[in-house]
Nanobody, 121 residues
Framework: QVQLVESGGGLVQPGGSLRLSCAASGRLFRINAMGWYRQAPGKQRELVAVITSGGSTTYADSVKGRFAISKDNAKNTVYLQMNSLKPEDTAVYYC???????????????WGQGTQVTVSS
């Protein structure tokens, strides 16, 4: 009912920047929050950043001051600007949306397919 499509991953040198995008589509009624999670090999998936419908943001301590999450409500799109990237930022980044589909009484979590970010020289 709700699809998330990510783009913008890739290979970047330490200290470089990348911008991830995630567009939500489908039978959307309301998006309550959108965010980014990441999962490195052998590790659990962790929260990177989230932004609510009201614009409040939350960041993992490890990315504060380097990453910035933003959204375009008209496009149902969330962005993650990643600056000063470090090798430890290497992971698959997943987009998440807490959204209510048309005809549904409840909000559910939806996930994108993931995009690889590799920080290496």
């Amino acid at each position: 009912q709700v699809q998330l499509v990510e783009s913008g991953g890739g290979l970047v040198q330490p200290g470089g920047s990348l911008r991830l995008s995630c567009a939500a589509s489908g039978r959307l009624f309301r998006i309550n929050a959108m965010g980014w999670y990441r999962q490195a090999p052998g590790k659990q998936r962790e929260l990177v950043a989230v932004i609510t419908s009201g614009g409040s943001t939350t960041y993992a301590d490890s990315v504060k001051g380097r990453f910035a999450i933003s959204k375009d409500n008209a496009k149902n799109t969330v962005y993650l600007q990643m600056n000063s990237l470090k090798p430890e930022d290497t992971a698959v980044y997943y987009c998440n949306a807490a959204a209510q589909a048309m005809g549904s009484r409840y909000s559910y979590d939806y996930w994108g397919q993931g995009t690889q970010v590799t920080v290496s020289s």
